[in-house]
């Protein structure tokens, strides 16, 4: 079981940046495969990126990449989305998840076993 808490949400200027970051219980964080996921106003739930358990591969959303970065400290407990050059498509509540397919990256919701509350980023023009 795994309990997982967002934060480092809030209001940013487009163009700026924001560190997101989830915080995990339970010491087996590092077999998790983690990712984020994002929903904006009206939209269905969608994959932003995601990381192995190890953190050596990391996959993106082709909107999100060359801005975005995914990391994890496994000594922390930690997973962190640092989002650059923001736009006011990127305005959305983001989700941390993580699946126990330790070695497996993928974008559908379904192979994410475990999710957080959603933390909420608001980009304006």
């Known amino acids: 079981q795994v309990q997982l808490v967002e934060s480092g949400g809030g209001l940013v200027q487009a163009g700026g940046s924001l560190r997101l970051s989830c915080a995990a219980s339970?010491?087996?964080?590092?077999?998790?495969?983690m990712a984020w996921f994002r929903q904006g106003p009206g939209k269905e739930r969608e994959f932003v990126a995601a990381?192995?358990?190890?953190?050596?591969?990391?996959y993106y959303t082709d909107s999100v990449k060359g801005r975005f970065t995914i990391s994890r400290d496994n000594a922390k407990n930690t997973l962190s989305l640092q989002m650059n050059s923001l736009k006011p498509e990127d305005t959305a509540v983001y989700y941390c998840?993580?699946?126990?397919?330790?070695?497996?990256?993928?974008?559908?919701?379904?192979?994410?076993?475990?999710w957080g509350q959603g933390t909420q980023v608001t980009v304006s023009s």
């Open positions: 998840t993580a699946s126990s397919r330790s070695t497996t990256l993928g974008r559908g919701p379904n192979l994410y076993d475990y």
């Open positions: 339970g010491r087996t964080f590092s077999s998790y495969t």
């Open positions: 990381i192995i358990s190890t953190g050596g591969v990391t």
